[in-house]
């Protein structure tokens, strides 16, 4: 049996998203590398693909060095989640209880990052939680974040 060509590696180690595309927003270097990229800490800013009038910003620490300037190395589960209510809301009235967001690989296979919607009816609340998790193990890291849905602009 022949190893996998490391393009098809590559390909599995791109993000995978659900209809939502991610903007990044800056990095800041946390560490120097003599060889390859730096360690960094990026922020990227997500808007939910159902509720326009939400946005989400991540921070996640991104791996440097050789690996990481070749995508190959396995960003550490250490990340923070900020949601808001960046204008009008409008529920669509099927709207699902939960639905998962945004998801993306953070490793070549083993590890995913994976941001999930809540409806809190009750308290009129959207819940945000995001996830980083070994795909074969438990125990994830995980954020969350509360947007209040409130009138916007006299609306």
Known sequence: MRPLPIALLAALALPASFSVAAEEIGCATTAWKLIGANHRVCIYAYDDPKIPGVTCH???????????????????SQFSLACRQVGPITLPANLPEEDVVFSENTSLIFKE?????????????LVYLAISRKIIEGAPANAISSVPIQPWGGK
């Open 113 to 125: 990052t994976k941001i999930t919607r809540f409806v809190d009816r009750k308290r009129n609340v």
């Open 58 to 76: 991540v921070s996640q620490a991104r791996t440097g060095g050789v690996k990481g300037s070749f995508g190959l190395a396995e960003d550490p």
